[in-house]
């Protein structure tokens, strides 16, 4: 059963973006950026694990007599998510520091031009 207090939460509708601090959005935006570098080298993990895996007899593999590849993809998948939870080789890291980098230049972009289009105090 779901208690009063989490009732509460699912009823009450969420807060405007506005309502939330600067240093919440950007813990969110740099949550998101890890997450969505960790699933990229998971799936290319995934991916080097599957064409690897092909490369082995088909009957002398490691699922032999499997042969619609079911047990062997979900292996792949299932190893390339831990490998890339447990560190993985390194690419999410660079990931994020590229993609934060990227976001930064970005966001100051953005905020000199809207200061130059801004209009001034005199206008």
Excluded at 14 to 20: D, S, T, V
Excluded at 53 to 76: H, M, N, S
Excluded at 108 to 123: C, F, M, Q, V
């Amino acid at each position: 059963m779901l208690g009063a207090e989490l009732l509460s939460r699912l009823a009450l509708p969420p807060l405007p973006p506005e309502a939330n601090s600067g240093a919440n959005l950007q813990r969110d935006e740099q949550t998101r950026l890890r997450d969505m570098a960790k699933e990229f080298e998971a799936t290319f993990l995934s991916m080097l694990l599957k064409e690897m895996r092909q490369t082995l007899e088909p009957d002398g593999g490691f699922f032999a007599g499997d042969t619609g590849d079911v047990q062997g993809g979900l292996f792949d998948l299932f190893l390339g998510r831990h490998l890339a939870e447990v560190g993985g080789i390194g690419m999410a890291n660079s990931l994020m520091q590229q993609l934060a980098h990227t976001l930064t230049n970005i966001n100051e972009h953005a905020r000199s031009t809207s200061n130059k289009i801004a209009p001034t105090p005199g206008d």
